[in-house]
């Protein structure tokens, strides 16, 4: 939803779902995976963006913001090429952090039409690994790449 404060200012709250993750080599030297091959952690966050967006000229526009998840679930996938292998990861087990912030930037193009592209960066201004875990002394953010096709009515 996006709310003009002026003619080339709005305000655009958004609720996003993300599949986020990462692929981690692993040594099964503290036992922590049953296995000494790639580790795949599948992520799925629930997305709060609060964009500040400014038009350049019509329809073009750049985007900034903070962006607030709650993560919705954690899997860890063993055998990432093969079926199998995913367990989900209990909230209590897990050593990711239920919360990340964040900050975006992006661009895109508005069509009078009202279909509009866009494209964004995000990056996690918080370690995802939780303290008093084997992971805490490893600095580890969220990195996001979106790309978007819409309609605004």
Do not use: C, H
Request: charged content about 20%.
């Amino acid at each position: 939803m996006e709310f003009p404060i002026s003619e080339r200012f709005s305000f655009q709250p958004e609720l996003l779902y993300s599949g986020q993750g990462f692929t981690m080599l692993t040594r099964n030297q503290d036992n922590i995976f049953d296995t000494d091959e790639n580790v795949e952690f599948q992520l799925a966050y629930l997305q709060l963006p609060l964009m500040a967006k400014f038009y350049l000229i019509e329809g073009l526009f750049i985007e900034a913001g903070p962006q607030f998840g709650y993560k919705l679930s954690e899997k860890v996938d063993s055998q990432p090429l093969d079926a199998g292998g995913e367990t989900e990861v209990n909230r209590d087990d897990s050593y990711i952090r239920d919360f990340d912030t964040s900050l975006a930037l992006g661009a895109g193009y508005k069509f009078n039409s009202g279909f509009f592209v866009s494209g964004r960066y995000t990056y996690g201004l918080t370690n995802i690994y939780k303290d008093n875990t084997v992971f805490e002394n490893v600095d580890a953010n969220n990195a996001v790449w979106q790309f978007g096709l819409g309609f605004s009515f």
